[in-house]
């Protein structure tokens, strides 16, 4: 299996290169159809490093232009793989609509919050992306649940960093990358690992329709998956594809965070009248010698290696039990 990039544009590209049902993951950051080439000038930015030839969309051509490249996703994306757009709000309605048009169907709409700093003072400062986290149906899905955080493990607050890793606002600064050469706009690379390490296995194909600064292409490879895409400047293509094929295949692993061993083993498995009983059985032991019910449900779930939840709904009677 070899990464494979593309000096075309996505949409003749796909057809021509990707065959239905080829890609495991797409994550992707289209044009934001915004005059892109012009933000220096709105927003005072020093674009010294910034590499020029940024092609955006015409307002007027963002719908068809949604409709066509995400056609082209869905077709190209293996049935149970996941893709995730990052995208403002300006042309939003245009991407939810093309989504709306396919067959894909939505797991969440993630909102990614940075520090834009960027002061205004007739409007509210815009510090957040949405992320449409979308599915083909039809396989059996990717999603590593534990493979951040175990189901045990604790947040500074006290309470489940599973949880905490899993809700659907992240907030995350973006790279700043001063004196160096970079593209307009640049994912981070702690932003892409999430979604790479929820939605793949290694040596699956993370395919990026506008490949931009490589940062998805460059996080897969780093995180020992392979990496096709597709980019019309010529400049940036040319320039990042050579600093891509100089990064080592899994040179991420070692950020990689190992999440502790899962306690709740049996989370999710049928409960059978004998463990029902014996849960039950056991709690009332645990009452009588003083425990109150959620330290008794605590030690439960050591115990039989399930959630704190599912337990609690078996001791509330809400639970049926399985032969």
């Known amino acids: 299996m070899n990464d494979c990039f593309y000096n075309e544009d996505c949409v003749s590209g796909a057809r021509k290169h990707l065959v239905d049902s080829s890609v495991d993951l797409i994550i992707t950051d289209p044009p934001y159809g915004i005059a892109g080439d012009t933000l220096h000038k709105h927003y005072n930015r020093d674009e010294r490093y910034v590499l020029d030839g940024y ?17 082209e996703a869905e077709r190209v994306l293996k049935p149970g793989g996941s ?7 300006t042309n939003l309605r245009h991407i939810l609509n093309a989504l709306a048009g396919t067959s894909l169907c939505e797991i969440n709409h993630l909102i990614w919050k940075y520090n834009f700093g960027v002061y205004t003072k007739t409007k509210y400062i815009s ?20 493979c951040r955080y175990g189901d045990s493990e604790k947040h500074d607050d006290g309470g489940s960093a599973n949880y905490r890793d899993r809700e659907d606002v992240w907030l995350m600064n973006r790279d700043y990358k001063p004196g160096m050469i970079k593209n307009k706009n640049m994912l981070p690379t702690q932003l892409l690992m999430k979604m790479i390490q929820y939605s793949s296995q290694e040596n699956d194909v993370v395919c990026d329709f506008f490949l931009g600064s490589f940062s998805t292409a460059n996080v897969a490879k780093g995180l020992n998956r ?32 190992q999440p502790s061993a899962n306690r709740n083993v049996n989370g999710g498995r049928a409960v059978s009248a004998e463990e029902k009983a014996n849960i039950l059985g056991t709690y009332a032991q645990l009452r009588e010698k003083g425990a109150n019910k959620k ?15 599912s337990l609690l709904r078996i001791i509330d009677g809400r639970t049926k039990e399985h032969a």
């Open 55 to 71: 092609v955006d969309v015409p307002q007027e051509d963002y719908a068809a232009f949604s409709r066509d490249w995400i056609k």
């Open 127 to 146: 510090s957040h992306y949405h992320i449409l986290f979308y599915r083909k149906s039809g396989g059996k899905p990717t999603f590593n649940t534990f």
């Open 295 to 309: 330290n008794a449900l605590h030690t439960l779930s050591e115990q039989f290696g399930r959630g704190y939840w």
């Open 83 to 89: 893709i995730y757009i990052v995208s403002g709000y």
């Open 226 to 257: 392979y990496a096709v895409g597709f980019e019309v400047n010529r400049r940036v293509f040319s320039y990042h594809e050579r600093a891509f094929h100089e990064l080592e295949r899994g040179f991420l692993l070692s950020r990689v965070r």
